[in-house]
């Protein structure tokens, strides 16, 4: 039974930024999704064939699980069928739920319809709950089976669990009224918004594609944001943060989807793809390298024929355990 999200919720994980555990699903239905490809221009189609790329993005998926648990971080996969039809997208979790150390996890509504099939709490509660978490208790934002409006997790939404602000960027996938209820729900202290538009005239897709905020740092294409709102928010993450703004071309090489996790030491680590690791200046992961160790992951089919990367891959478990 999925409850509403109650509005006496208290985010108690503000001081709790770096997880030591997440939860990834495996491409089993991976293809080119010509539904999100509408808004998503990170997503670019390849000559070969839908079986050839699933093989090869299966290839990628178990070897970003495998490298993070040599690392030390906690990798639930959760499993599921197609039985309710293709879900082309479901390697990207991130999307569509969160968790909080006060054990609840949050569904948000999909824009698109083929991604409202991969909300399955009920799959996603029992390998949780295999993998030794507790039991979480299960709250939507909205409704998840026909919305009207739309807010994507933590692809639109950067949180920052420090300050409880929470950033981001305005576009279909993010609907400034969901947004605001989320915040205020959810106990976050500030949310700051913004408008963006890419070279193309379009606005950003996900905010997590144009921004990564860690513990003492953040990355930002600030160069998209609309020059009004663009020093609002530089001057917010540069309070507390190391500052590393990222072109539009280095965007577009994944730089801003990484995220930072812990390991079971208490490690912090930078996941990120290789081509994001590629596209950084020496300077610029010079920086980032004070903040964790840098763990560039080959997922180049995902993030190509996807248009989404490594961080879109990771869904964070701030559950607490058994």
């Known amino acids: 039974m999925v409850a509403p999200i109650p509005r006496d919720t208290i985010n108690s994980q503000a001081t709790v930024h770096a997880a030591n555990a997440v939860v990834m699903v495996p491409p089993i239905d991976f293809k080119f999704n010509v539904e999100t490809s509408a808004d998503n221009e990170f997503q670019k189609s390849l000559t070969l064939s839908d079986a050839e790329i699933r093989t090869k993005a299966l290839n990628e998926f178990y070897g970003m699980v495998e490298l993070l648990r040599s690392h030390g971080v906690n990798v639930t996969v959760m499993d599921y069928s197609s039985e309710q039809g293709e879900t082309p997208d479901a390697v990207f979790p ?5 968790t909080s150390i006060t054990g609840d996890i949050y569904l948000f509504p999909m824009a698109c319809e083929n991604r409202r099939r991969e909300v399955r709490s009920d799959t996603l509660v029992k390998a949780l709950r295999e993998s030794g978490f507790k039991a979480p208790k299960v709250h939507s934002l909205g409704d998840l ?9 933590t692809g639109v939404m950067i949180m920052d669990h420090v300050n409880s602000t929470v950033y981001a960027a305005l576009s279909v996938r993010c ?21 963006t538009r890419m070279s193309s005239g379009s606005p950003v897709y996900h905010t997590n594609v144009m921004m990564a905020v ?41 730089c801003g989807n990484i995220l930072q996790l812990q390991n079971d030491k208490g490690e912090r680590l930078i996941a990120m793809s290789l081509s994001a690791y590629n596209a950084f200046t020496l300077e610029q992961k ?10 560039p992951i080959d997922v180049s089919i995902i993030e190509t024929i996807g248009g989404g990367s490594v961080r879109c891959m990771l869904g964070e478990n701030f559950l607490p355990t058994h």
């Not at 009224?177 to 729900?185: A, I, T």
Request: with cysteine.
């Open 214 to 254: 860690g513990e003492g740092f953040a990355v930002i294409c600030d160069e998209i944001i609309e020059e009004f709102e663009r020093r609002r928010v530089l001057n917010s993450l540069q309070k507390t943060k190391d500052v590393v703004s990222i072109t539009e071309e280095q965007m577009g090489q994944f």
């Open 286 to 295: 010079r920086v980032l390298r004070k903040h964790g160790k840098l763990v």
């Open 145 to 153: 089976n026909a919305p009207k409006a739309f807010l994507e997790s």
């Open 175 to 195: 609907d400034r009224d969901l947004l605001q209820q989320y915040v205020n729900r959810a106990g976050f202290k500030e949310v700051i918004y913004f408008d």
């Open 94 to 98: 991130n999307n569509w739920f969160s």
